[in-house]
């Protein structure tokens, strides 16, 4: 792979690390392809509204997580178990939907103050996505946009159990 973005070594899911960093932050995770043109069309639309999380809908393959069929990253819930670590009954967003509640992280626009912020709080031991979302349901916002015209491409999956590999 060529080019020139810059990496952060995240360990055990935790991005702790975010706070460091004195900046807005186009977040891709290591098992997230994205083309140019895409990644530029995802900074144009975070950049629309710069102070409010974006993300881009990538799936979670069940061949990789034992589930009957793949579903997208994103969830809507309706705020079942506030307070506790676990958003019972979060269901995925559907194709299309424009927001959703909850947020992985494979793909990410978010604002400096707000993870700054986040860290800051100390709201959980441990700053991974479930935790972070969960959190700016309850203290930010409760819809997050969903940026449909990007598709990027989680590679979580298992290829040799495609049919032909």
Not at 100 to 124: E, V
Request: glycine share 4%.
């Amino acid at each position: 792979m060529v080019d020139d973005i810059e990496r952060m070594v995240i360990e055990r899911h935790d991005y702790k690390p975010l706070a460091a960093i004195d900046d807005d932050v186009l977040l891709l995770e290591w098992d997230i392809a994205v083309g140019q043109e895409d990644l530029r069309h995802f900074a144009t639309h975070a950049a629309e509204d710069p102070n409010r999380v974006l993300v881009a809908p990538y799936r979670i393959y069940a061949d990789s997580y034992n589930l009957p069929e793949d579903i997208w990253a994103h969830r809507r819930w309706d705020g079942n178990g506030v307070g506790t670590i676990s958003p019972n009954g979060a269901t995925p967003i559907v194709t299309d939907e424009p927001w959703c509640n909850l947020f992985g992280l494979g793909m990410t626009y978010l604002p400096r103050r707000l993870h700054h912020q986040y860290a800051a709080l100390s709201w959980s031991s441990h700053f991974g996505d479930t935790e972070f979302s969960m959190w700016h349901y309850q203290h930010v916002a409760r819809d997050v946009p969903v940026c449909w015209d990007v598709r990027p491409v989680h590679l979580h999956y298992h290829s040799k159990e495609l049919p032909d590999a």
